[in-house]
């Protein structure tokens, strides 16, 4: 075994090696124009999980740092995103706890486990594990997530305490509060709400409309965050807005992410690693999918095992500085890629604005109200939302349509682990059903062809005494009991059959179940005078048959074509013309 | 919807109708057979399942009766089994408890809700379920239980107390007791096992030699446990062995079983929830298969579904009069079958055998000895140990092989319900994981023929602007970003590509995640200026993906068959022959 490349692991090295001018100047200019993206985004995901404003911004240095050298993807811009904040505010509140230093340390914790685990899985690489999350399960996630997460906003928005999780605590909890209603608050989110869907959808048509180039007027438009903070925050400060019962950000620590340890009490690793879990394989699915659209947009590609090793460094520098969990957002990335960023450098630079932030800009934070950051989340998950998959998958396969149903429904009423979880299991088990009862067609020559359809979609020519059997399904342990009983169930309404035929064109695998299935039907039609043949076995598949005993005890023969069944097991059609499957080299 | 016949679930109502006064003679043969060889069976398995004997007869009487209505198998006999009975004593050995009533009672609880939860999965047809247990994880699970049982009785041989339910408990305990071995208990248990291993192996060719013909010599051998039990209850009694510290069965209640009920306790159903649903399951399979071989014989069919309501009412009638979880057994079965049973009559003629011996033997099993009902354990489970399983998984297939050993050591190390749960999970995961990364080919134009085969095993043509790729697994969300990964890494590859044509013929289905995954493709493709085909789509496929909008939105075309790509892409040969594949209808 030769080791990879050192480049394979550190792909830095591969595009530092090219790394010019011109590409330092456009990384330059995105790196920029996500600094003043990313700016009120981090401070808002920290308010979602739970946590003081600043881990929004320590969770956007050293981790931009940390995937600049170690991701395989040239634009995707990590840190803090909503749907990994939400379930890192449901991970730590189970905690039960109360001291804000114990809640930063638990978030500090739960990012090194989730880092561990990453890292752990790209170096194993074991990246297809996060394949068994199906697509209805991801888009039920989000959906759900999307919608539970502007729900729990209400209440920055209202100047209300509301208590809750899942829909069916936070909603009755809400209405319970409604008569504490903070007017100004209420102003202040209502204002910034409607000022940042009126960006969304008004101001980049405004924008082109007043002369301003396409591009120029979309990144216009990201900046609209910015300006509802700005504004917020000189109202807060003009009208005394704190001393009215708007909650403000108040004091945030000036200077550079402080060093920081996770911890290593047993009970509370324990607690964590199922939601470790979950919000590493939802973030490296959430991440690499944004990665692989906008590489592919360049006819880059990117390597979904480096990815784990990015994502995973990441958040144990988010764990060491102080941050809580990241990964690779959507909306950041589009528009560091639509910027013009070439290289993960764009992502150190923003690393280096983010960190003048915090040592010039944290004063001024004071007065910005925590309704305007539930604005910006609001405003933003909104877009997560997308019910047309329950339309989609109703009308494809109601199969797929159980399962985001079922996720959708769960994630909303019982949470995002049980949701995600649940979601994944039934899908497993669904696909497993599907796979349970195989369709098996009975075949027949097709009249002047050598090629066999389905007797009941064809008019085709039998034989009485051969039954021909087209599997269409792989073998193994789930569905080898149904093709024994289906094959002995039709042996028995046929009373004078000799040659039982199956044919494998269709069957990539034969386990050791269906192995053992196939010896007993061997043995079973033996015992009852019928023989038993197959046909169009793949070649790998019959490389591991012949590795068995079945062939060399199977009643009948192994034929390369079913028209070389046909001729030997009855009488053979006039037409001579050659067999092309069985001239074949 | 129409009501199936009240004959579907009442088997009893078909062959009641054409029962003779011949098939009552062979039913009674076969029926005092059996009885004479269920009598030491019911009591040493109930030994096994650590509940006073008599619960071992009283669930050979009921339940057999509930068989004979309800079951589809003409010749399975039911009662206490060795698998079966090892599982009850671990699930109720994990109650900690101490009384014998509450641990009948639990018995009793045990097979209640496994009766309920078998007759539920009969009547909602949900008879698959048992299809997840490999074939490997049951061979592994019976071997190792085979393995446990016996080393679970050697304290019964030695005549030491010994605890533990699985290796890594029991043999410490053993070893640590073995300075308190009785004489007189090893004395019976050794010569008992030597003599029934000596019936095993030797009585029915003796016999044999003898002029005694071959039938009646095998049903001779089957009669030595009885042999033992006579012989050891009358040395017992003769030199007055209970006063030597030999522990025999004691005073055994006389008459027929009582009318008993289940506890409702919420928490002991919390308790025995899984090792009944596991219970359930191993039973079952281990039942049906019995039931399908002997059925096959005689080319009989029975119903799977139908089964587990007739193994359902079985375990409620056990719980309703004071018995534990039964199921099919083999080797009864086997015994039944060959001494001419023709209908489940002859089990309820053994039902009423065993009634007989309930209300005139019980008082002469007071000096049978437990260690000769040990040794009739000891010998019947080495039947079940197995290892040549690990030794043709390893040869078949490394990933079956995988299962097979860890059920094994997990079963033997950690006990039966982490071992067999942990089969399950395991080869499901393994499963999932080969069909993660399909086999994929990239074909050409065998010439002169209409067939593409593999570049790499055959001699063909390829066109340079053209990818063929043949996809050999059905797509579905585990393995299609691989596909979708497959395909762009290859493209990436090929500089001058005009055209990716994917050949269908062995994909079985597209799910959601599948679809949404060739859409993205497909947009990939078209924004490099490339083309994606599909061909040779299975009709069932086709339909499906009618459903969605991908065929619109295709940028190329889906032929009928690979050279009508093939064609259509390139300059086509000039061979004129017919396609016989587009000709047929």
Request: aromatic share 6%.
């Amino acid at each position: 075994m030769t080791l990879p490349p050192l480049s394979r692991y550190l792909p830095i090295l591969t595009w530092g090696r090219a790394y010019t001018r011109d590409t330092a100047t456009a990384d330059l200019v995105a790196a920029v124009i996500v600094t003043i993206m990313l700016i009120p985004q981090s401070l808002a995901y920290a308010l979602l999980a739970g946590l003081p404003a600043e881990m929004g911004l320590y969770a956007s240095i050293l981790p931009l740092v940390a995937y600049a050298i170690f991701g395989s993807s040239r634009t995707l811009a990590v840190g803090p995103v909503a749907v990994v904040s939400l379930m890192t505010a449901a991970a730590i509140g189970q905690l039960g706890l109360s001291d804000p230093g114990d809640i930063a340390l638990a978030a500090i914790t739960l990012a090194f486990i989730s880092g561990g685990i990453l890292t752990l899985l790209g170096v194993l690489r074991l990246g297809f594990i996060a394949n068994f999350l199906s697509h209805p399960v991801i888009a039920g996630f989000i959906t759900a997530s999307g919608v539970l997460i502007a729900a729990s906003q209400l209440k920055h928005i209202l100047g209300v305490d509301a208590e809750g999780e899942t829909l069916i605590k936070l909603v009755p909890s809400l209405i319970a509060h409604l008569g504490q209603v903070n007017i100004p608050t209420l102003t202040i989110g209502a204002a910034a709400t409607a000022f940042l869907f009126w960006v969304r959808k008004g101001l980049k048509p405004l924008l082109m409309s007043l002369g301003i180039p396409h591009k120029l007027a979309e990144t216009g438009a990201k900046a609209g965050p910015v300006v509802a903070v700005v504004a917020t925050t000189l109202a807060a400060w003009l009208f005394n807005l704190g001393d009215h019962g708007v909650k403000l950000v108040g004091e945030v620590p000036t200077g550079l992410p402080p060093l920081s340890a996770p911890s290593f009490d047993l009970t509370m690793w324990g607690a964590l690693l199922l939601p470790a879990v979950l919000i590493s394989i939802i973030g490296f699915v959430e991440s690499v999918s944004v990665a692989q659209t906008l590489a592919a947009r360049r006819r880059q590609r990117i390597d979904p095992d480096q990815e784990l090793i990015g994502l995973g460094t990441s958040n144990l520098a988010s764990s060491l500085s102080g941050g809580f969990p990241v990964t690779g957002g959507f909306s950041r990335s589009v528009v560091n890629f639509d910027a013009g960023a070439e290289t993960p450098a764009a992502g150190a630079y923003t690393a280096v604005g983010i960190a003048v932030a915090t040592l010039a800009l944290t004063p001024l934070l004071f007065f910005l109200p925590k309704a305007t950051l539930a604005a910006t989340i609001i405003v933003a998950v909104l877009g997560l939302v997308d019910v047309s998959i329950l339309k989609k998958t109703w009308i494809y396969n109601k199969v797929d349509f159980a399962a985001v149903a079922a996720t959708i429904v769960l994630t909303l009423t019982l949470g995002v682990e049980t949701g995600v979880s649940a979601g994944v299991l039934l899908s497993i088990f669904l696909h497993l059903y599907k796979t349970s009862k195989p369709h098996v067609a009975e075949v027949g020559l097709v009249p002047g062809t050598h090629h066999f359809r389905n007797i009941h979609r064809h008019k085709v020519d039998t034989l009485p005494h051969v039954l021909t059997l087209r599997v269409d399904e792989s073998l193994y342990f789930v569905n080898a009991r149904f093709l024994e009983e289906y094959v002995l169930n039709r042996v028995a309404e046929c009373a004078d059959l000799r040659h039982v035929v199956l044919m494998f064109p269709a069957v990539n695998d034969v386990d050791i179940s269906a192995l053992e299935t196939l010896e007993e039907l061997n043995t079973r039609l033996g015992e009852v005078n019928i023989t038993l043949h197959l046909t169009e076995v793949k070649g790998p598949v019959m490389d591991r048959l012949k590795r068995s005993r079945f062939l060399d005890d199977l009643s009948g023969q192994v034929f390369l074509s079913q028209y070389d069944a046909w001729c030997a097991l009855g009488p053979c059609p006039d037409d001579p013309r050659d067999d092309p499957i069985a001239a074949a080299p």
